[in-house]
Each structure stands twice: as C-alpha cells, then as structure tokens.
C-alpha cells in the first residue's frame, strides 16, 4: 500500500456486472511510455514515413484481430470499428507525417506531438459526440506507438494463476484482450454504469464494479480479494468466512439460473392468473435468435440508434430494411416494437448530425428529429413500413412531450405507406404506432396522447432523470437517480391510470422493467408489459408467478404512503427479502 494508511475490508462502487469473484489483485498503475528522440537527416525521412505507415498497417491488423476475437459480442463492432476509422484518419497520419518532414524528427517523436494536438483539441470540443471520441483516439494512438517501439499491445501481460484485476480504468480494448481463463473479475477506480467497458463485462459475463475511487491506492499487488459484482462491491483480504458465504452464494445463484431457464416456457402470470407479458429489449439484430430460450414474447423495445453509432453516413433504406426484416421475422408471430432512432442526449451522433448543444439531454434528440419531415426520419420510416410484411410491426416514438409530434409521426407515415405502394412496394396493414412516455409532458398529457396512440411504453430510464431533474450519466448526483422515488412513484402511477382510463395498453421498456426488485411494484401499477434484457426475463417471470396481483397492490399502496426514497428503498428491500429471500441475498447489507 502506498500511503500506510489502513485498508478498508470492503469498498463500495458501481455494480458493473453480475457475479462473485475470489482471487489474488494484479493492480495496474498505468504505464508510460518512454517515447525515444532522434534527429533525421533528409535521406532518411522517406525511411521513417515508411516505417509509420507500416506500423499503422500493424496496429491495424492488431485492433481488426480483437475486434474479429469479439465477433457477436454486444456493441464490440461500434468500438472497434471507431478505433479503425482513426488509424486510418489521414488527419493523424498525415499530422505526424509532416512532423517527420518538416521537424526531422523520429515518428515515435512526431507521433507523441500530434497526438497531443489532437487529444487537446478534441477535450475542449463543447460537443459530446466529439468528446467522447477522445478516449478512442488515446487508444489508437497508444496502440501505433506501440508498434512503432516494437512493443506488445497488451499491458496486462502473461497471467500465471486465475487473477482478478484492479485497474484506475480499462479500455474495451484491454477488456477485450483479456485472457479469460485467468481473469476471474475487474474493478477498477474509474468508469459509470453506462460505459463501453462495463457492457462488454456484461456481455462477456465478467463479475465487475467500477468506480471505486482508490482500489489501486489501497490494494496491494497480491492481495485476496473478492468482487461482489451484483452488489457493487470489492472485499480487500476477506476473512475465510466472507469468502465462505459469497462462495456458497455464488453456487447457489448459479444452481437458480439454470433452474430459472427451465421456467422460459411457463406463462408469464401472477399466482392469481393475470398475465403480464414480458417482451425483450434489443441493440442488434442478430441477438433476435436468443430470445426466445430466455422464454421473451417477441420485442418490446428495439434501439435502432445502434445501427447509427461510429459511422460517417447514416444507414440507407436498403440497410436498414434488412435488419428490422430480420427482427420482425425472428419473432413472428409475435411483435416487434422498433423504437425510431434517438440520437441525440448521451447517445452518439453519425457525422452531419453533430452540434454542440450545452443541455444535450434537453436539445435536439428523439422525436425532435424527424421535424420537418427530415431525411433521417423519412429513410427510417421507409425502411420501417417496407419492412413491415415480414412479421407485426410496432413503431415506437421517443422522447415525445405533445400531440403534434405523434400528430407529425402518423401522416408522415400514412403519405409514405402512399408513396410506397404507387412504387410498388408491399406495406402491411394495422401497423401500431406507440410513444415511449419519458417527459413529465408525456405523463401530464396521456389522455391527449392516447387519441393519436395505439400503445405507451414508459422509458423510466429518461423519465427519472426528467421527473427528479438528475443527469443519468453523472455519477455526482448518482445517489438522487432512483426508481424507488416518490416523486417517480407518483409519476409512475400517473401515466398508468391515464392510459387505463384513455383504454390503451402501457408497458415498462426502461432498466426498472428488468430490475426484480421493482417487479412487485410494476405489477401493483398495474402495466400490461414488461420489456428487459433477454437475461432479465427469467427471474422477473418467476417473481411474477409467486405473486398474487391483490399483494402486490397492497405493497404498492404502502410504499406510496411513504415521504422519501430512503424509507422506500428500506420497505421495499425489506419486504422483497422476506418474500424471495434467495433472490435478493446479494442485496443484503454489508455484515
Ligand atoms: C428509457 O429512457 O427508459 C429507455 C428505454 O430508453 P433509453 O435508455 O434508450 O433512453
Ligand atoms: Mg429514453
């Protein structure tokens, strides 16, 4: 340890993802490199520009290699194909070519100054988008610096026994090229729960919390330790005991998983029989196969923005038909409900969409895009009615806070269903169209709404943030971001009854739809949907189908005649451990 100070036995961040992990700590304190200087006489600078292109080539073939590693793994494509387009970039290339020339000085040199250049510029950009791009371009630098010194890429190097990782923060490069049979967990100082790192942990099934602040200060290089990746937490040299129960527990969750897989093909209803359909949410249109094993009734919420991100076009029509066709078809019968795209706010703009904005949560983002009938919203919906035949399409609207935006949405679509089939093209007919109710404007005007709408989806992801005006990505003011809100709770209620009374069905699309802990309270609403990662579907259904619909009202009724979060958060734990005690053992406070 470096400071003396004594070590905490446990440390609470972020949960990251899921899982139980005991092994000896690899800390990594990051690594600088020691960038050699060398002068060039002018016979040599064509060798040397020669040399950068072929260490270019290199680094390219190394970030296609990992990127290749992670074929099908949830948005590894978006990353990688990022870091590929800059080593490409002529901008850095180019940059670095012509310090060669103009200064005489080695690549590793030149390089070491534009990416600088670059890096300063990018940090001041006021927009996001571009911000965002900086960690990308870091790595790709670091990655042709690397092969320009002959180095390895990996700075985790060869592990000899199963090894639990402590880092300031990772890359998803470095996530990526991890060996993983012997590293067991990460955590790491840095990183929010929505980062690119943490879905990568997820979709690789690595236990890992982030944000812990000052692992790396205060873990020794060895050191037991155990990540809690469920609940958030890091264990510095548990006691056997500690080690003994989470070991016992992890045995236990993963007998639970399997079992709770055999219940993929029950029905998803209380004890008393009222059904409550469980749909699943979706990035990539590949995923469509594995839905129906988590025992998911077709789709409630597809994010089509994914196919947007880290490209300098947006996609055509053609494109785009072929991935909603292939998501209405994989779950036909049964809908599929496509969200129009929601770029904008903490989602990342293609190229020709960028604008800095200071409240980008509040500026041009969702259904505001397709104002004025703009050409990304009339290729998107082309696509969407043609692709319309393949199975039961809904189309979803995002972000909408009034009636001439779903008003908009429906004659667009009517005037291009028209145009489409005098060109010939078939479009299916009771086509739904929904809006997803994330604006406290949404909930105010329900019945409104509800004349122009076929169906609702609350998206409580965004409509925390709205209702209790907290950041969804700033972890300063994580402790105020929460369900378990009265003020949500109210809302919540709100939403359900006007869509009850407007006679229109409404489901959950947002993270509360898959958190079981909220399943009783959702239920108790009373919404007719709930649509989760595919992974969610199976503990959600069998809370689901241990409870009666007249409990789960009452707990609801309880939980609303409370005054903060902190007393709802307590009843709501407590009452949720007494029912399901396996369930939520992870839940439980720090002994
Ligand atoms: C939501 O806001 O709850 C939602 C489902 O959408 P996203 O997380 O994509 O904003
Ligand atoms: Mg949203």
Redesign the pocket.
């Known amino acids: 340890m470096r400071s003396g100070e004594p070590v905490p036995t446990v440390l609470e961040g972020v949960a990251a993802a899921p899982g139980i992990a005991v092994g000896r700590a690899r800390v990594l304190v990051p690594e600088t490199l020691t960038i050699p200087e060398r002068r060039l006489t002018p016979a040599e600078v064509p060798e040397e520009i020669a040399r950068l292109q072929r260490a270019a080539c290199s680094a390219r073939e190394r970030v296609q290699a990992i990127h290749h590693a992670l074929a099908g793994v949830e948005l590894a494509d978006a990353i990688f194909r990022t870091q590929l387009l800059l080593l490409e970039d002529p901008q850095l290339l180019d940059g670095v070519a012509r310090r060669i020339r103009d200064g005489g000085i080695n690549a590793e040199r030149a390089l070491q100054d534009e990416g600088e250049r670059m890096l300063a510029v990018f940090a001041a950009m006021p927009d996001p988008y571009l911000r965002e791009r900086r960690s990308d371009l870091a790595v790709a630098v670091r990655e042709l610096q690397m092969c320009l010194l002959g180095l390895e890429s990996a700075r985790i190097g060869p592990l000899t026994e199963p090894t639990v990782l402590i880092a300031v923060d990772l890359s998803p490069t470095e996530i990526a090229q991890l060996d993983r049979a012997s590293v067991l967990a990460f955590a790491t100082d840095a990183g929010g729960p929505a980062s690119h790192a943490v879905i990568l942990a997820h979709s690789l099934g690595l236990p890992a919390v982030v944000g812990l602040g000052r692992a790396t200060a205060l873990v020794h290089e060895g050191d037991l330790v155990l990540v809690d990746g469920g609940a958030g937490r890091l264990w510095v040299r548990p006691s056997p005991e500690v080690v003994r129960t989470h070991c016992q527990r992890a045995a236990r969750e993963r007998q639970r998983t399997n079992a709770l897989l055999r219940l993929a093909d029950l029905p998803a209803e209380t004890r008393d029989g009222r059904p409550i359909v469980l749909r699943a949410n979706l990035e990539r249109a590949d995923e469509v196969e594995r839905l129906r094993d988590h025992g998911a009734t077709g789709v409630g919420?597809f994010?089509t923005e994914f196919l947007y991100l880290n490209r300098d076009e947006p996609p055509g029509e053609e494109e785009q038909l072929q991935h909603y066709r292939a998501v209405l078809a994989g779950v036909k019968p049964q809908p599929a409900t496509i969200r129009t795209v929601?770029l904008g706010g903490d989602k990342l703009l293609v190229a020709g969409q960028r604008r800095s904005e200071a409240n980008p949560a509040l500026g041009l983002r969702g259904v505001r895009l397709a104002r004025g009938r703009s050409p990304l919203s009339t290729v998107q919906l082309r696509a969407l009615l043609r692709a319309s035949p393949a199975g039961r399409l809904r189309i979803l609207l995002p972000l909408v806070t009034g009636v001439e935006e779903v008003v908009a949405a429906r004659t667009h679509l009517a005037d291009l269903r028209r145009e489409l089939e005098a060109e010939g093209h078939r479009v299916a007919d009771g086509i739904e169209l929904g809006v997803?109710v994330?604006t406290p404007a949404a909930v105010a005007l329900i019945d409104r709404l509800a004349a122009e709408t076929d169906f609702f989806s609350i998206?409580?992801?965004?409509?925390i943030q709205y209702t209790l005006a907290v950041d969804r990505d700033n972890e300063a003011v994580a402790y105020l971001y929460g369900a378990g809100h009265p003020a949500v709770l109210r809302v919540l209620r709100s939403a359900v009854e006007g869509a009850r009374v407007a006679d229109r069905p409404i489901g959950v699309?947002?993270e509360m739809a898959g958190d079981p802990l909220f399943t009783l309270v959702l239920i108790g609403l009373g919404v007719d949907e709930l649509s989760m990662s595919a992974g969610s579907v199976a503990r959600v259904k069998r809370i689901l189908r241990a409870t009666d619909w007249a409990e789960a009202r009452s707990l609801l009724a309880e939980l609303l005649a409370l005054r903060t979060a902190a007393e709802i958060g307590d009843t709501l734990g407590r009452e949720m451990r007494r029912r399901f005690p396996e369930e939520f053992e992870s839940a439980a406070p720090v002994p």
Do not use: A, F, I, S
Not at 459 to 463: E, Q, S, V
């Open positions: 919420l994010r929601d997803v994330e998206g409580t992801n965004d409509l699309c947002g």
